[in-house]
Nanobody
Framework: QVQLVESGGGSVQAGGSLRVSCAAS????????MGWFRQAPGKEREWVAA???????SYADSVKGRFTISKDNAKNTLYLQMNSLKPEDTAMYYC????????????????WGQGTQVTVSS
């Protein structure tokens, strides 16, 4: 069992920056595939970024060059640094983890956080 707790959401103006965090507890492993997703009202859940055990990262085209995913294994914490924020980035941001692989993470991750709201005003 892994519990994920997100924090750091808030309201910022377009062009601003924000970092959201996801603290993991329980029997966690650095080898877990982890990622960030977001969902706006009336929209489908959208994958944002992922990171694997070797540190490799992957990003959705919509956030490439603006967002950075990272993790601190010592703190069991996942981060998403969001720069140059746009109004279309407004959404509930969720972190997720899965031990099976990147494909499983993207399709139906085993563990999810409760979400943290990010609102970007124009």
């Amino acid at each position: 069992q892994v519990q994920l707790v997100e924090s750091g959401g808030g309201s910022v103006q377009a062009g601003g920056s924000l970092r959201v965090s996801c603290a993991a507890s329980g029997d966690t492993y650095s080898s877990y595939y982890m990622g960030w997703f977001r969902q706006a009202p009336g929209k489908e859940r959208e994958w944002v970024a992922a990171i694997v055990s070797d540190g490799s990262t992957s990003y959705a085209d919509s956030v490439k060059g603006r967002f950075t995913i990272s993790k601190d294994n010592a703190k069991n914490t996942l981060y998403l640094q969001m720069n140059s924020l746009k109004p279309e980035d407004t959404a509930m941001y969720y972190c997720a983890a899965d031990s099976r692989g990147l494909r499983w993470l993207l399709l139906r991750a085993t563990f999810w956080g409760q979400g943290t709201q990010v609102t970007v005003s124009s």
